[in-house]
């Protein structure tokens, strides 16, 4: 079917404000936004500006506004919007770089802010001699959350994030990752820029981040998570976690295994040979 694609175009180099330009194509039942819009910029218009890289909604490079709710284009078949006229925007809540691409680099300060990475109190991660122990039901506590994939969409969906002087939901969720990690210790060196004004105190609970993730991560309810670890350890109720050791080194096996032997031979060497001789 035919179906026009109402474009967002801005370059700051040339631009004086932003514009729409439409584009007709003619698209497949199972054409994903993304797939149109590389036809459109190979075919009709190599001007537009896109962002894109693995095309199977694991990077999140394509993310966007889609009929102003912001998707994924790589994952999103244009027949699923049911509509003939397509509207494409940048993600909001970011400057705008050219077209369909934004700047992520106040996002990604924010992340590095509360530290996404597991803190510890011992030496272990400065010489690492053996891994962390976790158990399966500890992994799994926090495997929700591990699956971001810092596409921003939830940012953008956020009603709260175009104050930039708010952490977003995404980087909460990520904080709320690492101090509920069994091998983690640094719990206190996050405490506060989590706790801070603009830290989840600032969520209104919208639950529009949660409604647009692409990976299920529920951005929502980490926040409130973190409300509730900041409620319980100011009023001393928070139970203290002790860090998970370092797993002790492996002991060999001595046992001898029994293997079962194969069944004896019913062809010996010389009767192949003699067969082909024969």
């Not at 509207?87 to 106040?106: A, Q, R």
């Not at 994939?149 to 940012?155: M, T, V």
């Not at 909460?172 to 509920?180: G, N």
């Not at 900041?230 to 109720?237: A, E, P, V």
Request: aromatic share 8%.
């Amino acid at each position: 079917m035919e179906v026009v694609f109402k474009i967002h175009r801005f370059d700051p180099s040339k631009d004086v404000s932003p514009y729409y330009k439409q584009y007709k194509i003619t698209i497949d039942k199972g054409t994903t936004v993304l797939e149109a819009l590389l036809y459109i910029k190979e075919r009709l218009d190599n001007s537009l500006a896109i962002r894109y890289s693995c095309r199977m909604g694991i990077c999140g490079s394509c993310g966007m506004r889609i009929n102003g709710i912001p998707m994924l284009a790589c994952k999103t078949q244009v027949s699923m919007l049911k509509s003939n006229i397509i509207l494409i925007e940048p993600l909001s809540n970011n400057p705008i770089i050219k077209d369909l691409v934004t700047n992520f680099s106040n996002l990604f300060a924010k992340h590095k802010m509360i530290k996404p990475y597991i803190i510890r109190k011992d030496s272990e991660l400065d010489n690492p001699t053996r891994e962390y122990l976790q158990k399966p039901n500890e992994f799994f506590n926090i495997l929700q959350f591990a699956l971001c994939i810092k596409c921003g969409l939830c940012w953008s969906a956020c009603p709260i994030s175009s104050d930039n002087r708010y952490l977003g939901p995404f980087v909460l969720a990520q904080a709320y990752r690492y101090i509920s990690d069994s091998r983690d210790d640094g719990y206190n060196e996050r405490f506060d820029i989590i706790d801070s004004p603009h830290g989840c105190w600032r969520c209104h609970f919208a639950g529009s981040c949660s409604q647009v993730c692409p990976r299920g991560v529920d951005p929502a309810l980490a926040i409130q998570l973190l409300k509730k670890s900041i409620t319980t350890t100011k009023l001393g109720l928070k139970k203290i976690k002790t860090a998970a050791p370092v797993a002790p080194p492996l002991t060999e096996v001595t046992r001898k295994l029994d293997v079962p032997q194969p069944p004896p031979r019913t062809v010996f060497k010389n009767q192949r040979d003699s067969t082909n001789e024969r």
